[in-house]
């Protein structure tokens, strides 16, 4: 449920937002008055995300950045500064995937996951701190830092990385500024809808105790309330956000969960 105006006045930078969950969280702030900083590599896809917030009433701005390059990152977070002159959230949430084994994956491969899903989140919360007289850091892993399935390294591999850096972080940027992780499972955005056929949702579905699979702004409504007041004794904490998927033992001794 938005809560108009929670965020009102403050500034809130998401990355990857250009799509996917990263989208709906950019939007969720927007409704709930906040001054957002869209970011991402495609600046036709960010102004399109931005005219559309802005056609619904919001406030936000797209800053193009790639979440590989230091000198983006900087530039991004120093030119938010400079705008509004403080930065109240940063959600870290730009990511990628490689399919690719322990055996198989490639120097290029571990470097293409750990730059981008990794050492951005270190460094967009090393420069927003900087900015931050008080506020909230939430950073965006995955179901898969606690269970994991083959063929998903470095990926897997980093999602846990990203739980253990949010506890660095929360010791070290404490008292004044708070952070968390929020861990998704499966969320229909577009990576995931264009892989798998209607059974395959179907069967996916069912094995959700919620009876389905999340949607960007399931993650969207943890994230604000992580950001928000209501958490303010909140920090450290990994949140998983994935339906009930990680309490399932054995999937074959399921009932069947789908709603439907």
């Avoid at 989208?23 to 906040?34: L, V």
């Avoid at 931005?50 to 790639?66: P, R, Y």
């Avoid at 995937?97 to 491969?109: C, I, M, P, Y």
């Avoid at 420069?127 to 399935?149: D, K, L, P």
């Amino acid at each position: 449920m938005v809560i108009a105006n929670r965020f009102r006045d403050e500034t809130v930078v998401v990355t990857g937002s250009t799509r996917g969950i990263g989208e709906g969280i950019a939007r969720r702030f927007a409704s709930e008055g906040a001054n957002v900083i869209v970011t991402g590599r495609s600046t036709q896809d960010g102004e399109a995300l931005v005219n559309d917030i802005q056609a619904d009433g919001g406030t936000a701005s797209f800053i193009q950045a790639d979440m590989r390059k230091p000198d983006d990152i900087e530039s991004l977070i120093t030119m938010t500064a400079a705008e509004y002159g403080s930065i109240d959230v940063l959600v870290n949430n730009a990511g990628v995937q490689t399919e690719t084994a322990v055996d198989e994956a490639t120097v290029e491969d571990w470097d293409f996951v750990i730059e981008t899903n990794f050492r951005s989140y270190w460094l967009c919360a090393k420069y927003a701190f900087e900015h931050m007289g008080s506020g909230s850091i939430v950073n965006i892993s995955s179901n898969h830092a606690f269970m994991t399935m083959p063929e998903l390294f470095p990926y897997n591999a980093v999602k846990a990385g990203i739980n253990g850096m949010t506890r660095a972080m929360a010791l070290d940027f404490g008292p004044d500024v708070r952070v968390n992780t929020v861990n998704p499972g499966w969320v229909e955005v577009d990576r995931v809808t264009d892989a798998i056929s209607s059974d395959e949702r179907s069967h996916i579905e069912s094995i959700h105790p919620v009876g389905r699979i999340g949607n960007p702004a399931d993650i969207a409504g943890v994230v604000t309330f992580l950001a928000s007041d209501d958490a303010a004794f909140v920090t450290g904490a990994s949140l998983l956000a994935d339906g009930g998927r990680s309490t399932v033992m054995q999937d074959d001794t399921l009932p069947e969960y789908d709603s439907d």
